[in-house]
Nanobody, 121 residues
Framework: QVQLVESGGGLVQAGGSQSLSCVTSGSIYSINVMGWYRQAPGKQRELVADIPNGGTANYAESVEGRFTISRDNTKNTVDLQINSLKPEDTAVYYC???????????????WGQGTQVTVSS
């Protein structure tokens, strides 16, 4: 069974920083994209940042310059460094990967359980 487990998050003051990490477990044939999404109360889940295998990172406009995503292909982990936090960054942050379980599998979205980031003003 494939699992993604996030860590980090919590309560932080505006202007502060947080580090989120996501580790994967289970057998995976290949991972195309790893990324982070977030969902604030009453809002749809949105892409924060993602990074394709061998490609360059992509960021939502609202986090550009403040968030940094990094990926370790040897460990199948993805991290998100969040700086200059704003109250509007408050959300549940979800780790995501688009991967093939087996060589013949279609590309599937896998999700972590989410970690809460709360920014106080």
């Amino acid at each position: 069974q494939v699992q993604l487990v996030e860590s980090g998050g919590g309560l932080v003051q505006a202007g502060g920083s947080q580090s989120l990490s996501c580790v994967t477990s289970g057998s995976i044939y290949s991972i195309n994209v790893m990324g982070w999404y977030r969902q604030a109360p009453g809002k749809q889940r949105e892409l924060v940042a993602d990074i394709p295998n061998g490609g360059t990172a992509n960021y939502a406009e609202s986090v550009e310059g403040r968030f940094t995503i990094s990926r370790d292909n040897t460990k199948n982990t993805v991290d998100l460094q969040i700086n200059s936090l704003k109250p509007e960054d408050t959300a549940v942050y979800y780790c995501n990967m688009k991967a093939r379980r087996y060589a013949w599998s279609r590309l599937v979205d896998y999700w972590g359980q989410g970690t809460q980031v709360t920014v106080s003003s």
